[in-house]
């Protein structure tokens, strides 16, 4: 007993020490993040469905529950909205559907693709600050100097993903396709890159968890004042900046629908024009991986919306994660609140507007996102010069 | 001479977009809350509430064979509703109807009898084709299978689909 007692103590110990502490809490902080990422992937795509139909005036998938009466209840468990057990029933059928690999694609590519889309999403996960503390552990992955660049970086090989799909599957559509999604990549990240350098001459740093601490002292960027503890009425200095602050999350939220391949912009997969897009020939789970790859890019960006623009885990009188356990769990909760509502936007949008002619879209991002960017950021420059 | 297409005259906030984006999403949210509070009338939720009561009377369902008061499968194998079909869905085998039967003088029926569901149409010519009235387009209309070789109906399943049909002409009386 003694002994066990010293195995538990040294045991302790060790994972006390600092290197180890550090990866076993980044460990359990990656799984567990994962866990609610995918989880919520799961039911945007049964939110997308719904919200859809019930725009649409029909019902949407309103029946599945969840199979209790497997486990010998007497009836099935449906919960309120009905069709909430809609996505494990569709994760079993992708899984259970015939994995289909036509003769004519290039085998190593066409296997590698659907990986890397979803990587690229989950990747830049990592530097995202998704609550305050919790028991003194700041709630972000990779705590890293450089958070949006890395960001940018790792979302923009998210297109490798979609050219290697559409140049592997050997066919007209697919690589039309591809072909498609690289300019428009092209076109979206230059607005998008140079958007946010507002926030980075304002703020001066370039690390997420700072550009977070300096909203809880200071209030949302989109909402000046409105800080953690005390909010306030802006200050004048901070309403005249608020303007460019406006103008750079409207052309970061557009440019962001274009990154993600989401309507108006989804000309990559245009079904109406190009039958499935990039990922026409593939089927079963590597198109189910495309399919979380879209959604978890969706995430990364609704997360680096709030964390640049509303404040993060910030709530007006809700204290940090360093008062009480109780509260870090609520900044992660309001955290995911804030992703889930951008989330919802996102949908709302899809299913009300048409998609873009293919010269519009291009139009859109050369000579007006790329334009009102680059103006903007003279116009902070020249701001701040006259505040300061 | 090109025809030059009449363009609409654009006012400054269709112009810039965003606006009418906010018009467009005031329109589909209008949608998602009259569905919510339940003023949208969804019609009809399928397999539970189904057409069957309200089938007009001219329905045309599946082709059946149907039996007269008499207890006769009414079909002397003619293969006349065989040659109209269009997508060519039926397939008739015909027999002879032994001498000592009551109806010998008919002198044939059908041995076999096969409609193929995968390809019939519904168009009703088998119907209006048949001079015995022995072929008739019924309400039913839900058929599944697991297999193509289930969805043939035989002779037996058209006759139970077909059921018994009343007052229709009798010209094989022993009688006439």
Redesign the interface.
Known sequence: MNALLQYLHVAYVFLMGPVPFLIWTSLAKTIGLLCVVLGLVSYTVYAERRVSSLMQDRLGPNRTGFPTSLLGFKKDWSPFLGGLGQPIADAVKLLLKEDFTPKYVKKFYYWIAPGLGIAAAIISLAVIPFGSTLWGVPMVIANIDAGPLFIFAISSLGVYGIVLAGWSANSKYPFLGAIRSTSQMISYELAMGLSVVPIFLLLGKLNLVEIVDYQVKNGWLLAPGLTAMHPRLPYLSEIVLWFPLAISFITFMISMFAETNRLPFDLPEAETELVGGYHTEYSSMKFALFFLGEYAAMITGSSLVVVLFLGGWTCPWIPDGSTAWYWGLVNIGVFFAKVIALLIFFIFIRWTLPRFRYDQLMTLGWIWFFEIALVNIFLTAGILAFVH | MAYKVPRPKLTFAEKIY?PT?LA??K???G??VR??RGK?H?IM?YPEEKWDANLPEHYRGAPTLVTDETGRTRCVACQLCEFICPPRAIRIKPGEIPAEDKFAKVEKFPLEFDIDMTRCIYCGMCQEVCPEQAIFLRKDYVFTATSRADMVHNKAKLIELGGVMTGLVHKWNEKK
């Open positions: 965003l984006v467009g999403l329109i589909t949210l949608h998602l569905m919510l949208t969804v939720q």
